[in-house]
Nanobody
Framework: QVVESGGGLVQPGGSLRLSCKVLGLTLDYYAIAWFRQAPGKERERVATTVRDGDTRYADSAKGRFTISRDNARNTVYLQMNSLKPEDTAVYYC?????WGQGTQVTVSS
């Protein structure tokens, strides 16, 4: 099971940190990714962390978002800074074949 948290309403330019807790499995040796889906749009990959610590970002996230993992806590984080209204979406965590229920991020003044 994958459980996301940390979403909310934030003003443009603000920050949020999302958490993805993996239950019943261990993170070690597997990649894990954050996706997002805005209304009327396809789900898109935002950031990925792989087992050797390598990270990859969508162009829209580079320089503003940081993905990190804490294997001891079975948790992956997405630190989002300088948020823009176009970042508004439901953010999902994906681990192997598992998806969380999503957490809503709304960027609005």
């Amino acid at each position: 099971q994958v459980v996301e948290s940390g979403g909310g309403l934030v003003q443009p330019g603000g920050s949020l940190r999302l958490s993805c807790k993996v239950l019943g499995l261990t993170l070690d040796y597997y990649a894990i990714a954050w996706f997002r889906q805005a209304p009327g749009k396809e789900r898109e990959r935002v950031a990925t962390t792989v087992r050797d610590g390598d990270t990859r970002y969508a162009d829209s996230a580079k320089g503003r978002f940081t993905i990190s993992r804490d294997n001891a806590r079975n948790t992956v984080y997405l630190q989002m800074n300088s948020l823009k209204p176009e970042d508004t979406a439901v953010y999902y965590c994906n681990f192997r074949d598992y998806w969380g229920q999503g957490t809503q991020v709304t960027v609005s003044s």
